[in-house]
């Protein structure tokens, strides 16, 4: 007897124990539980991606602008043309007169409010501008050209409970959860009615989630159907009800909901879902409209309204029918609301495939002052200097000249890159990675190198020209033949593309026609070391080996590296480093970075004015003189180079308002069969012609004066010599001999020929 009740009473104590146990385990389980909540929804960390938006189109009396591109800006934006203006969003062309009702927006220096403009066109410029406030300049809001993602993709744009309209709040919950309001995170009634149809089912196949319970599966949960899950996330509802309120449970449903999917990146929360679906605010949506939304949170895949619209349709009247049954919408506005379309936007191609190439570059300038992690997460904006309009015209004229290109053998794998600068600021406008303008992958604008050839030859010449008493335009150089032995005894004997000898020509004629014997010999004569700094002092930071090969071009850089090097050249020897990002601006509108324009000088003023009057001459007499009748009537200053075999086609080129390099090649580093004229020129004159606006104005500095010389000798010449050209010459250095040539010779040399 005394055993059994031995037995009974540790069998007793065991049930104790454990019962104890279980009850500690779900002490500690609801207390972790109950952190995890309180602590972490308080503070609402969602992943946040950041916004990459291009420059604002800055508009004001004086502007060149043609409609065209106006419209072309518009329709980037999103704008819809209409006959009546009423809307931000909204505009209306009539004729040369425009129309535009600009929505609000956060820009780095200010909150812009929406306003009314109206613009005349005239003759290609802005020949009148009507603003609130008549302010002088007016700002479009910038375009979206990509963003920074956190790692699972999820992109939203966080809102408030104010920012969404009544009739939305009341419309989801009543579809989603008509007892919101009256629960405390779990619905019995609901879970009696899912346990039934269960039951019926024979399996798990109808839940019973409120919008508490569903905010905490997306918000903290796996999406799988357990039985440990469900009581999971049962319990955190109720916590979450203790902690929260109704209204900041329902602005947290809001911003976590799933409701659709642009490519790899998931459309989360309804403000970011007004934009992708509709190109509005959620406060500027109609009642279909928002509908619409509601319907898409039982399935944004299955009711895709731009792949299955009539399914759309047809969820979205339910949608509509379920509100008025729940006396949350009248029935008259619910039913005037179904007769209308689903009112969506052209569908936009995924955000993070739009501008790669340009991303690219933001992505690595970002990485001097940001964390992966912050960019990611923390729903900054970020500004750049991207110009959409340059942008698109670089992609067609690459595509173009590509595929008229791919039509021989030897460029059957032609590929290339664009990049666009200004002069001035160092203002990277477009990227162009290659001819798939909308592939993220190998970005050759930035990470392909290859030889440059004669687009170094500038940095030869400008060694030479800053030793002024030595060197000017009119010295005269050999041509001739030239070989020289090497440190370890084997010789370079470099050839020109036209295989001739072309004897002593004066220094100018040596670079705009790119003669490589002058310049090897040249390079020879000033020493590589030199050179090697002048390259440096030009903005290039790759390692460069000294060998004579260089002073043509035996360097491999990457067309960004080029772009930088003739930045220099073009902004006048001021050394500007190329800037993608203007500002990196926070959630809350203040701005955390600003990326000022930094100058060096470099170079002396008359260096590089003589330097670019001889860059000039390239375009009109020299290697790329095709573009006197390719860009008539319109100076720019460049340089062609072509490398071994033909296997790289570049120009680098530049006006008083935009710069830029174009590149062409194969992959594989096999002759494309183009010269630098024959293949990047066309690329480049296709982009000036469409989008440069100011010619190149070279005004000689107070040191330099222009002089006459003969063309032939570089001897100083009268104006009215045969063969008298006229060159720039730092003050000092002018040729001391001067040709006389009197008009009575010139009646008496035509005499005796007339005679003869």
Not at 199 to 210: N, R
Not at 415 to 442: E, H, K, L, M, W
Not at 494 to 508: E, F, I
Not at 690 to 715: M, Y
Request: net charge neutral.
């Amino acid at each position: 007897m005394l055993h059994k009740y031995t037995t009974i009473h540790k069998y007793i104590s065991k049930r104790w124990a454990a019962l104890l146990i279980l009850i500690m385990v779900a002490v500690g389980t609801l207390i972790y539980l109950d952190s995890i909540v309180n602590s972490t929804f308080k503070d609402k960390q969602w992943s946040v991606a950041s916004t990459v938006y291009a420059r604002p189109l800055e508009i004001y009396e004086g502007l060149p602008l043609t409609l065209a591109d106006l419209r072309e800006e518009m329709t980037l934006l999103g704008y819809h043309f209409v006959s009546n203006v009423n809307k931000p969003g909204e505009a209306l062309i009539e004729r040369n007169k425009v129309t535009i009702f600009i929505p609000q927006f956060q820009f780095s220096d200010e909150l812009a409010a929406a306003q009314k403009i109206k613009i005349t066109l005239t003759n290609g410029f802005v020949s009148a501008l009507e603003s609130k406030g008549n302010k002088a300049l007016v700002r479009l809001q910038p375009l979206v050209i990509g963003g920074i993602y956190p790692s699972h993709n999820e992109d939203r744009i966080l809102i408030q409970l104010d920012e969404v309209p009544v009739s939305l709040q009341e419309i989801l919950v009543a579809v989603e959860d008509k007892d919101f309001y009256d629960h405390y995170g779990i619905s019995l009634r609901g879970i009696g009615r899912a346990v039934i149809a269960n039951i019926k089912q024979g399996g798990f196949s109808q839940g019973a989630s409120t919008l508490t319970q569903q905010l905490i599966k997306n918000y903290y949960l796996t999406p799988e159907q357990t039985l440990i899950r469900k009581a999971q996330e049962a319990l955190m509802a109720i916590l979450l009800e203790l902690h929260a309120s109704k209204a900041q449970i329902l602005e947290g449903y809001m911003n976590e909901v799933y409701l659709g999917q642009d490519g790899p990146r998931a459309i989360h929360g309804f403000g970011l879902a007004s934009q992708y679906y509709f190109k509005k605010n959620l406060m500027d949506l109609s009642l279909s409209q928002q509908a619409l939304l509601v319907a898409l949170v039982r399935g944004a895949s299955y009711y895709n309204p731009w792949r299955n619209p009539e399914r759309a349709l047809k969820r979205r009247n339910l949608v509509l029918d379920i509100a008025v049954r729940e006396n949350r919408l009248d029935a008259n506005v619910a039913e005037s609301a179904k007769q209308t379309p689903l009112g969506i936007g052209d569908r936009s191609t995924s955000k993070t495939k739009r501008y790669p190439a340009y991303l690219d570059l933001v992505r690595k300038q970002l990485q001097n002052d940001y964390k992966t992690e912050d960019l990611s997460s923390n729903g900054l904006s970020i500004f750049t200097h991207f110009n959409p309009l340059i942008q698109e015209t670089a992609e067609a004229s690459l595509v173009k000249v590509i595929a008229k290109q791919k039509k021989s053998d030897a460029s059957a794998n032609l590929q290339g890159a664009v990049i666009v600068t200004q002069p001035n600021t160092g203002a990277v406008t477009a990227i162009v990675g290659g001819s798939d303008t909308q592939y993220a992958g190998f970005n050759r604008a930035i990470d392909a190198r290859r030889q440059i050839g004669s687009l170094m030859k500038p940095a030869v010449y400008l060694t030479a020209l800053e030793k002024s008493e030595q060197y000017t335009l009119a010295t005269p150089i050999s041509d001739a033949a030239y070989e020289q032995t090497l440190e370890n005894g084997d010789s370079w004997s470099p050839k020109n593309y036209d295989l001739k000898d072309h004897g002593d020509v004066l220094l100018y004629k040596a670079l705009a026609h790119s003669y490589n014997q002058a310049t090897a010999r040249l390079g020879n004569e000033l020493g590589l070391d030199n050179i090697l700094s002048t390259i440096k002092r030009l903005g290039v930071d790759s390692d460069i080996p000294a060998v004579p090969a260089i002073t043509l071009g035996a360097a491999e850089l990457s067309p960004l590296d080029v772009a930088q090097m003739y930045q220099t050249i073009s902004s006048g020897g001021f050394y500007t480093p190329l800037l993608a990002i203007s500002s990196v601006v926070d959630a809350r509108g203040e701005v955390l970075t600003s990326y000022p324009i930094d100058i060096q000088k470099r170079f002396n003023s008359s260096s590089i004015y003589t330097l670019r009057h001889a860059l000039q001459a390239v375009t009109h007499e020299g290697s790329a003189k095709a573009l006197q009748w390719l860009l008539p009537d319109f100076a720019v200053a460049g340089k062609t180079g072509t490398t071994n075999d033909l296997r790289d086609s570049w120009f680098a080129g530049f006006s008083d308002d935009m710069q830029a390099v174009v590149w062409l090649g194969r992959d594989d580093n096999k002759t494309t069969g183009l010269t630098g004229s024959s293949g990047a020129l066309r690329v480049w004159t296709d982009i000036f012609k469409a989008r440069a606006q100011q010619p190149l104005q070279n005004f000689p500095p107070k040191n330099v004066t222009l002089s006459w010389v003969d063309g032939e000798s570089g001897v100083g010449s009268e104006d009215r010599c045969d063969n008298a050209i006229q060159l720039p010459f730092v003050s000092g250095t002018e040729p001391e001999e001067v040709i006389r040539c009197s008009t009575t010779d010139k009646v008496m040399d035509w005499f005796r020929n007339f005679t003869d």
